[in-house]
């Protein structure tokens, strides 16, 4: 069961690029590295999922070494409606599937 | 389709009452887990199920039981309420071929007095 590591809050201002980094040490062969956002009072949402290399899509990119120990959440030109809890998970359906202590963002004007 | 739908949003329990929490999906994930969130914490895993007929405990499984008679539905059994379990609890299903890609219900505001 890979357990992942999180910064607990990060603080920005609008327009700026964020970058959140995700530790995984013990991430299975099988394992794939997904995130996700939540705001107050409502589940999670999906944003981006990958294996290894790069992903992008049209709200975030995932980058992840080759070693796929790590994975960087990037977040180009944050907004106010950005601020919400992000958090990483790994795993893959055949498993259980929990998730971290999430990193807190807040995008300040 | 309407996705993962969880009943009731809203439940106040007295200590001791037992309940069961809904989740039907109609996406044919395999996978179906409830999870709980403590205010301003993180999502703990309580059960979870990888198809019809199984079902496994997660992180924190006392107090609570599952079954998984149908793909469809996968309710959450509290079998005697404490304060301790007043949270929001999540049902979260997932494509066994999909990797991990959890979709949520909206959630379930539970307040044991």
């Known amino acids: 069961l890979a357990k992942t590591t999180q910064p607990i809050s990060m603080d920005s201002y609008e327009g700026q690029e964020v970058n959140i980094t995700c530790s995984h040490n013990?991430?299975?062969?099988?394992?794939?590295i997904t995130w996700y956002q939540q705001f107050p009072s409502q589940g999670p949402r999906f944003i981006i999922q990958?294996?290894?290399t790069k992903v992008t899509n049209e709200v975030a990119s995932l980058f992840i070494p080759a070693d796929r120990k790590s994975s960087t959440l990037s977040l180009p030109r944050v907004s106010l409606s950005d601020t919400a809890v992000y958090y990483c998970?790994?795993?893959?359906?055949?498993?259980?599937?929990?998730f971290g202590g999430g990193t807190r963002l807040m995008v300040k004007p | 389709n309407a996705g993962v739908t969880q009943t009731p949003k809203f439940q106040v329990l007295k200590t001791g009452q037992s309940m069961t929490l809904q989740c039907a999906q109609d996406?044919?994930?395999?996978?179906m887990s409830w999870y709980r969130q403590d205010p301003g914490m993180g999502l703990r895993l309580i059960h979870y199920?990888?198809?019809?007929?199984?079902?496994d405990q997660g992180e924190v499984p006392n107090g609570y039981n599952v079954s998984r008679s149908t793909t469809e539905d996968f309710p959450l059994r509290l079998l005697s309420a404490a304060p301790s379990q007043t949270s929001v609890y999540f049902c979260a299903g997932a494509r066994a071929s999909n990797t991990g890609e959890l979709f949520f219900g909206e959630g379930s505001r539970l307040t044991v007095l």
């Open positions: 996406m044919n994930h395999e996978y």
């Open positions: 990958g294996y290894k």
């Open positions: 199920s990888v198809g019809a007929g199984i079902t």
């Open positions: 013990n991430i299975a062969t099988n394992d794939y």
């Open positions: 998970l790994v795993g893959n359906a055949g498993n259980m599937l929990t």
